[in-house]
Protein backbone atom coordinates (compact mmCIF):
# COMPACT_ATOMS: atom_id res chain seq x y z
CA UNK A 1 0.00 0.00 0.00
CA UNK A 2 2.90 2.48 0.76
CA UNK A 3 4.26 1.69 -2.69
CA UNK A 4 1.33 2.70 -4.39
CA UNK A 5 0.74 5.75 -2.43
CA UNK A 6 3.98 6.65 -3.02
CA UNK A 7 3.30 6.39 -7.03
CA UNK A 8 0.41 8.53 -7.10
CA UNK A 9 2.25 11.07 -4.88
CA UNK A 10 4.90 10.70 -7.68
CA UNK A 11 2.55 11.15 -10.45
CA UNK A 12 0.93 13.65 -9.29
CA UNK A 13 4.74 15.85 -9.15
CA UNK A 14 4.97 14.63 -12.76
CA UNK A 15 1.58 16.14 -13.52
CA UNK A 16 2.28 19.34 -12.15
CA UNK A 17 5.93 19.60 -14.26
CA UNK A 18 3.64 18.82 -17.45
CA UNK A 19 0.78 21.50 -16.56
CA UNK A 20 3.47 23.80 -16.23
CA UNK A 21 5.19 22.95 -19.56
CA UNK A 22 2.03 22.82 -21.14
CA UNK A 23 0.83 26.01 -20.22
CA UNK A 24 3.68 28.32 -20.91
CA UNK A 25 4.02 26.46 -24.18
CA UNK A 26 0.31 27.57 -25.00
CA UNK A 27 1.13 30.79 -23.94
CA UNK A 28 3.82 31.71 -25.56
CA UNK A 29 2.28 30.42 -29.07
CA UNK A 30 -1.15 32.76 -28.09
CA UNK A 31 1.24 35.39 -27.46
CA UNK A 32 2.59 35.03 -31.03
CA UNK A 33 -0.41 34.07 -32.68
CA UNK A 34 -1.88 37.40 -31.00
CA UNK A 35 0.94 39.19 -33.08
CA UNK A 36 1.64 37.54 -36.04
CA UNK A 37 -1.07 35.61 -36.27
CA UNK A 38 -3.81 37.79 -36.23
CA UNK A 39 -5.73 35.31 -33.27
CA UNK A 40 -8.30 37.65 -31.29
CA UNK A 41 -8.90 35.64 -28.13
CA UNK A 42 -6.65 36.79 -25.23
CA UNK A 43 -2.93 35.23 -24.02
CA UNK A 44 -4.78 34.77 -20.95
CA UNK A 45 -7.24 31.27 -22.45
CA UNK A 46 -3.91 29.15 -22.73
CA UNK A 47 -4.65 29.39 -18.96
CA UNK A 48 -7.37 27.00 -19.38
CA UNK A 49 -5.77 24.20 -20.44
CA UNK A 50 -4.56 23.85 -16.54
CA UNK A 51 -8.10 22.66 -15.51
CA UNK A 52 -7.64 19.14 -16.39
CA UNK A 53 -4.41 18.54 -14.71
CA UNK A 54 -5.33 20.04 -11.78
CA UNK A 55 -8.20 17.49 -11.58
CA UNK A 56 -6.24 14.85 -11.85
CA UNK A 57 -3.37 16.01 -9.29
CA UNK A 58 -6.18 16.48 -7.05
CA UNK A 59 -7.68 13.40 -7.81
CA UNK A 60 -4.07 11.36 -7.48
CA UNK A 61 -3.47 13.03 -3.87
CA UNK A 62 -6.74 12.34 -2.64
CA UNK A 63 -5.60 8.61 -3.58
CA UNK A 64 -2.39 8.80 -1.97
CA UNK A 65 -4.38 9.82 1.39
CA UNK A 66 -6.87 7.79 1.28
CA UNK A 67 -4.48 4.75 0.72
CA UNK A 68 -2.11 5.74 3.18
CA UNK A 69 -5.21 6.12 6.15
CA UNK A 70 -6.20 2.37 5.04
CA UNK A 71 -3.01 0.93 6.65
Do not use: H, T
Amino acid sequence: MKKASLLLIGLAILLSDVMCAVVAFNYGKMLWGIENAGYSAPANIAFLWAIPFLVAIAICIGLAVIIQKKR
